[in-house]
């Protein structure tokens, strides 16, 4: 049973186009963060939010998280061919010391020129 | 600064098989964590080290899965014996602390178990 749900799974558009992953949870983290990951790679941290509402911007993306932190999304405008790989989720258990995280499936993004 | 440094790169073994996998830490990351990432799906933790101490380990197939960081810096990823089903790619990731810090990851180790 996955902890969060990403859709879509699979995602190809043309360069320009605008998109939005989605992250869902019914469960409640202390924070949120999303990775990207390229082939034959480990994935990067892009960004952590962590209060309901809050809204972060990274040049082109746009990454929101739920009033009742239970979801998130990322939003990319005018997507480029360098935008192409495997963007994750990742939650953080409230009350966790450890610093655990759990990961989603992954939305697999392809941007064709 | 290096990253997280791991090998092998790629392990091709046959079923009931061992195979070992070393990681290196960024210098100075007292946390080190071991994912496992299936085909498909996202990592998912296997072990993570404090130093050289255990903190959570409860996703761990203690069966034949073990893993160990002696000096609390490099560690090693022992499987013995694979299983089919243990076809993945293994990630090392580091961080500075626990809870809210940054986790950087390494490229991983490709296996494949025939």
Do not use: M
């Not at chain 1, 999303?34 to 746009?62: D, F, I």
């Not at chain 2, 076809?87 to 626990?98: E, H, I, K, R």
């Amino acid at each position: 049973t996955q902890l969060l749900e990403q859709s879509p799974q699979f995602l190809s558009i043309q360069e320009g186009e605008n998109l939005t992953v989605y992250c869902n949870s019914s469960s409640v983290f202390s924070s949120l963060q999303w990775y990207r990951q390229e082939p034959g790679e480990g994935p990067v941290l892009l960004v952590t939010v962590v209060t309901g509402g809050e809204v972060k911007k990274l040049k082109r993306l746009t990454f929101q998280f739920g009033d009742a932190r239970k979801d998130s999304s990322l939003h990319i405008t005018a997507a480029q061919p360098g935008d192409t790989g495997l963007y994750l989720c990742a939650g953080a258990s409230r009350g966790s010391t450890l610093g655990r995280l759990y990961f989603g499936r992954g939305t697999q993004l392809t941007v064709w020129p | 600064e290096a990253g997280v440094a791991q090998s092998p790169r790629y392990k091709i073994i046959e079923k009931r098989q061992s195979v070992a996998f070393w990681c290196n830490p960024i210098s100075g990351h007292a946390t080190l964590y071991w994912y496992q990432q299936i085909l498909g799906q996202g990592p998912k933790l296997l072990i993570q080290f404090q130093n050289n101490g255990v903190v959570d380990d409860s996703q761990l197939p203690k069966d034949r899965f073990s893993a160990e960081r002696l000096k609390g810096v490099d560690s090693t990823l022992k499987i013995q014996p694979a299983k089919l089903e243990d076809s993945a790619v293994y990630l090392c990731a580091s961080s500075q602390g626990l809870a809210g810090a940054t986790q950087y990851f390494g490229p991983g180790t490709r296996l494949t178990v025939l």
